[in-house]
């Protein structure tokens, strides 16, 4: 069974930095694409990042382009989001998910879609205040 844990979620001011971690078991990421999406308060969920297993690619949103980094450790087998430079529009739930069948991300008109991914973690909130 395929388990994604995401921790490191909370509450930071604007400007601040946080790092969310999503720890698989039962699968190997350096076998598949790692998505990262949030989802706000009354909004539908985004896909905000990837990391492709084959080449270390990264893809971003323009919302977090620039402030906010992704990639892995495969000896951990656990993916990160690193956000800096917070702001309150970031405030959301986040998910990291994976793609099985290809380590390569699925990028589509600049967005993630989420059919791709099999796998889920639990989510974890993420507040920006003022």
């Known amino acids: 069974e395929v388990q994604l844990v995401q921790s490191g979620g909370g509450l930071v001011r604007a400007g601040g930095s946080l790092r969310l971690s999503c720890a698989a078991s039962?699968?190997?990421?350096?076998?598949?694409?790692i998505g990262w999406f949030r989802q706000a308060p009354g909004k539908e969920r985004e896909g905000i990042a990837c990391?492709?297993?084959?080449?270390?690619?990264?893809y971003y949103a323009d919302s977090v382009k620039g402030r906010f980094t992704v990639y892995s450790d495969n000896a951990k087998n656990s993916a990160y989001l690193a956000m800096n430079s917070l702001k309150p529009e970031d405030t959301a739930i986040y998910y990291c998910?994976?793609?099985?069948?290809?380590?390569?991300?699925?990028?589509?008109?600049?967005?993630?879609?989420?059919?791709?991914?099999?796998?889920w973690g639990q989510g974890a909130k993420v507040t920006v205040s003022l």
């Open positions: 998910a994976v793609d099985p069948r290809d380590p390569e991300c699925t990028v589509i008109g600049h967005r993630f879609p989420e059919a791709v991914y099999d796998y």
């Open positions: 039962g699968f190997n990421f350096a076998d598949g694409a």
């Open positions: 990391f492709s297993s084959n080449d270390g690619s990264t």
